[in-house]
């Protein structure tokens, strides 16, 4: 059998290295093309590993100013964003990893969708944003979009115990992140270095940053909505700090069930890469063989107030996503930028989210003006 190609967009970060590892130990997969914003060296030794067709630079800027000449012969270097949709949609690729972080991953994957792909979707902030048109474009084009994020994936596996109208509760299990003990008086002096070290995760600043304050919860209540077609009031979230069980499925006779796994994301990514398929596993294996104890614990929504964000967006649906998104990127760049404090990150998006114009039903342009009217609020947030 052929290999299956794949791209993969932002092949430079957290996610995109984890794939190409996987694709490493793995028979049957190959790299047909690869993306990176930053970091370049990166993206040409993967290129010299990996021999793809095709190589993208996404910022014209950086790429300007790089030295290619690294890169090995069969392999054509393309610089600028357009590129990026061209190697989700070229005909010759069988699956599409959409590993780019934030809104800035919604163009590429929505070519792929567009084209019919099976995209493994990282990204969640796609679906945040833009779930509604993304789920009614897969629709219409056929393509299959599978979970890459553990609890999503988690989630996907449970629900093959079951038919879709026996499922009552998507239960997404959540670490907690480095501050799950920390009272209200201690978040507010938290750090950048503090909130960037999670427990048991390693991961993109961004999405680090998500998980301390509990937004990345908000952000995947959301995400699980259009991925399963499951209304806010059947998503529940439980903190689980040893990040064990990725998620649960309850079914309407009360059975609920997990999927268990050490955290290692080459798992999801690879279960999204051989599905409908199982393969041998690249991931180690759960350890039962010492004790240990798994504790569920319930969500604090005063002391992490961005998760009751994440349930309101979801029940809401039309621009609410978009602005929660972009409020939040924006809010989580300034506390990088150290502008911001931590738990401003959260009291800004909700206030950001109260003022703005709703509209129901928005087409791609409304979602876009208001993810720049979210982001020049924050600004002005910032600036009072
Ligand atoms: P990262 O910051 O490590 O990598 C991001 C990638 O996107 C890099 O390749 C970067 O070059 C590229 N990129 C950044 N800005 C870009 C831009 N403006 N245009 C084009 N490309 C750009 O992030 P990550 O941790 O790998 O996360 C990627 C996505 O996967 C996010 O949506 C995140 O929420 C999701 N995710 C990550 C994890 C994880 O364990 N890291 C788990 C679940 C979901
Ligand atoms: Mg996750």
Redesign the pocket.
């Known amino acids: 059998m052929n290999p299956k190609r794949i791209s993969i967009?932002?092949?430079?970060?957290?996610?995109?290295?984890?794939t190409l590892d996987v694709v490493r130990q793995t028979d049957g997969l190959s790299v047909y093309a690869i993306?990176?914003?930053?970091?370049l060296d990166m993206l040409v030794e993967a290129a010299k590993e990996f021999q793809p067709k095709y190589l993208v630079a996404?910022?014209e800027s950086t790429a300007g100013a790089f030295d290619f000449s690294g890169v090995p012969d069969g392999t054509e270097v393309l610089i600028g964003?357009s590129h990026?949709d061209e190697i989700a949609s070229d005909p010759e690729v069988d699956v599409v990893v959409?590993?780019?972080?934030?809104v800035?991953?919604l163009p590429?994957t929505m070519a792929a969708v567009k084209a019919g792909k099976t995209v493994a979707l990282?990204?969640?902030?796609?679906l945040v944003v833009a779930g509604q048109l993304i789920t009614d474009l897969a629709a219409k084009s056929g393509s299959k979009i599978l979970p890459?994020?553990?609890e999503h994936s988690a989630i996907f596996q449970a629900l093959q115990a079951g038919k879709p109208g026996e499922v009552s509760r998507l239960i997404l299990t959540a670490s907690g992140g480095p501050f799950r003990d920390f009272s209200s008086q201690d978040l507010k002096t938290v750090t950048v270095e503090q909130a960037l070290a999670h427990p048991t995760?390693?991961?993109?600043?961004?999405?680090?940053i998500?998980s301390a304050t509990m937004m990345?919860k908000a952000?995947e209540v959301i995400e699980a909505r259009w991925l399963f077609g499951m209304p806010a009031d059947q998503i529940e979230v439980v903190v689980h700090p040893q990040s064990i069980i990725h998620s649960m499925v309850e079914f309407v006779d009360h059975s609920t069930v997990a999927q268990l796994s050490p955290p290692d994301?080459r798992l999801?990514i690879q279960y999204a890469l051989s599905w409908p398929d199982r393969i041998a596993g690249v991931s180690p294996k759960l350890d039962l063989s010492r004790p240990q104890t798994l504790e569920f614990i319930p969500p604090n929504v005063d002391r992490f107030p961005a998760l009751a964000l994440g349930f309101e967006v979801a029940a809401r649906g039309g621009t609410s996503g978009a602005v929660l998104n972009a409020a939040n990127e924006s809010a989580v760049a300034a506390f990088l930028n150290r502008e911001l404090s931590f738990t401003d990150i959260a009291s800004a998006c909700r206030q950001i989210l109260e003022q703005h114009e709703f509209i129901a039903n928005p087409n791609l342009e409304q979602l876009m003006a208001c993810d720049q009217w979210a982001r020049q609020e924050l600004n002005r947030w910032i600036s009072v």
């Open positions: 967009l932002g092949a430079t970060g957290s996610i995109g290295q984890s993306s990176g914003h930053s970091r996404t910022c964003q990026v959409a590993a780019i972080v934030g800035a991953g590429g990282a990204n969640k902030e796609t890459v994020d553990s995760w390693q991961m993109g600043d961004k999405i680090s998500d990345n952000l994301m999801p």
